[in-house]
């Protein structure tokens, strides 16, 4: 799917985002609801000059049917702090509304979605996109930079830059936060976290 098919694809039919989550609840357009608990839709205001976007819920959020509420959360609300933006501000939603696991005993590993989940789900990201026309999107991470970008992305080498995407608010791409809590290394975790609060940081050019 490109950029262009991301935006101009159809759209779910809604006045508003909880129209839109009311009928995201009820969804079957892949396989994922089967398995997950609950679909797992965008929070924050319907004025959000931000949204930021993720891959997928994790098990945690898939429980509590909200996003971004896990470790990797904290460390996302932690970091825009930081760098100075306005919670209030930003709506943060995924790539993916439901939570895709392979299951190891009691425990649910995260598994990645594949393309054809990305691009049915799309129609849920896509209608967000053009209720809440935000000025700047957030990409956290391969998944949701490779897909409003329209081409692969190299987080190491892209992180950081804002894209122009047609027909699209500008892309920041950066790094997912889960890949800042798989730092073992104490130091090497808070130096990547001062990255992750810089690359927020370019939200700023656009809000300015
Ligand atoms: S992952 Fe997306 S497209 Fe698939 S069932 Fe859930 S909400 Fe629908």
Same mark, same amino acid.
């Given at each position: ?15 508003? /985002? ?45 429980? /509590? ?13 932690? @970091? ?28 649910? /590993?995260? @598994? ?5 989940e990305?691009?049915?789900? @799309?129609?849920?990201?896509? @209608?967000?996109i ?27 080498k892209d ?17 997912h ?29 656009? /809000?300015?």
């Amino acid at each position: 799917m490109n950029t262009l098919d991301l935006i101009e694809g159809e759209t779910a039919i809604a006045k508003s /985002l909880g129209e839109l989550n009311g009928q995201a609840q009820h969804c079957k357009r892949c396989d994922l609801y089967k398995h997950a608990t609950q679909t797992v839709f965008g929070e924050g205001p319907e004025q959000a000059d931000v949204i930021l976007v993720g891959e997928q819920p994790g098990d945690r959020e898939d429980i /509590l049917g909200r996003p971004f509420v896990g470790p990797a959360g904290a460390i996302l609300n932690a @970091s825009l702090i930081m760098a100075g933006i306005d919670r209030d501000r930003c709506y943060i939603t995924n790539t993916v509304k439901h939570f895709k696991f392979t299951q190891r005993g009691k425990r649910r /590993l995260h @598994s990645k979605p594949n393309a054809g989940e990305i691009q049915r789900c @799309s129609w849920w990201l896509r @209608s967000e996109i053009k209720l809440i026309a935000p000025k700047i999107i957030v990409a956290l991470g391969g998944t949701a930079a490779a897909h409003l970008r329209g081409k692969t992305v190299r987080i190491t080498k892209d992180r950081g830059m804002i894209f122009h995407p047609e027909k699209l608010p500008p892309v920041l791409v950066t790094i997912h936060p889960s890949y800042i809590l798989r730092i073992r290394d104490r130091t090497a975790a808070n130096a990547e976290r001062m990255k992750f609060v810089q690359d927020l940081n370019q939200i700023k050019q656009v /809000l300015t």
